[in-house]
């Protein structure tokens, strides 16, 4: 029941968030706008899982770690990849980073998880174990397809606020001028410069979604539902601070 009630969650607010880009591009564009909205959401949906994920690992200066570096670890991944049932173990790459992090890309087929230099350090081989299952779970539930998805619409979304605010902008000298006049839509106006935040609300929604059912298929992967909570705890105790209290997230930052 939890993991249906979970999907219909998914499914209403991907709706909501692909009806809000919509509706701001059809407000900046008419019918041509909501075309476009559509036109990303597909691009999205099949091409970038497979495009982006090389490029974001050498966005974080990456590198692969080889079964010969590292046979612990490869040996929980493949591990992991049969209770997950899925088809080809998930690369692990190696972050040079203090910061405690790990995030997965590409897709079912093929993936990768990324693991900072601060993780490595700060947590023990069962506290690693509980984080390798939660990435994996990503890769088995095919959240990166479906973040993918959400992060390409609200970046779309921004850029039909970003082009109305500026035609509101060119349009200001030109009205006070006289030499152009039409009514201004205010609940138009007032949608499409607030569509990014919305938008935003509705990523962050179903990332929390996804973030719960990955921690809860976890916990059964490893069958020690334990390890994965002290690692959770380990790394929120760490990244703490007065970072955390001004820049909520600099301690574990995500990849978009």
């Known amino acids: 029941r939890h993991s249906w009630l979970n999907r219909l969650q998914t499914l209403l607010l991907m709706l909501a968030l ?7 591009g059809s407000l900046l564009f008419g019918e041509e706008g909501i075309w476009i909205a559509l036109a990303t959401g597909v691009f999205a949906l099949i091409f970038e899982p497979a495009t982006a994920w090389r490029l974001t690992l050498s966005l974080y200066r990456a590198r692969p770690i080889s079964p010969q ?6 040996q929980m991944l493949q591990v992991l990849t049969e209770r997950a049932e899925l088809s080809s173990v ?9 910061l405690i992090n790990a995030f997965a890309v590409g897709s079912r087929r093929q993936s990768a998880i990324a693991l900072t230099d601060g993780l490595f350090k700060q947590l023990n081989s069962r506290e690693l174990a509980g984080v390798l299952a939660h990435e ?3 890769i088995a539930n095919n959240d990166l397809r479906v973040m993918g998805l959400a992060d390409a619409i609200s970046r779309i979304t921004a850029l039909f606020a970003a082009t109305g605010q500026l035609f509101l902008l060119l349009s200001i000298p030109l009205l006070l001028f ?4 039409f009514q201004i839509n205010w609940p138009g106006l007032l949608l499409l410069l607030f569509s990014p935040h919305l938008a935003l609300l509705m990523q962050l929604g179903l990332s ?4 719960y059912d990955a921690d809860l298929n976890a916990a ?5 539902p334990l390890g994965l909570a002290t690692a959770l705890a380990h790394i ?3 990244s703490g601070g007065w970072k955390s209290i001004l820049l909520p997230g600099w301690g574990n930052p995500e990849p978009s």
């Open 69 to 74: 570096e590292a046979p612990a670890l490869w």
């Open 90 to 98: 998930p690369a692990p790459f190696y972050i040079p980073s203090p």
């Open 236 to 238: 929120e105790q760490v």
């Open 178 to 181: 006289g030499e152009i006049s």
């Open 136 to 138: 994996m779970a990503h």
């Open 208 to 211: 929390r979604i996804r973030e």
């Open 18 to 24: 692909l009806a809000i880009c919509s509706l701001a």
């Open 220 to 224: 059964a992967l490893t069958g020690d």
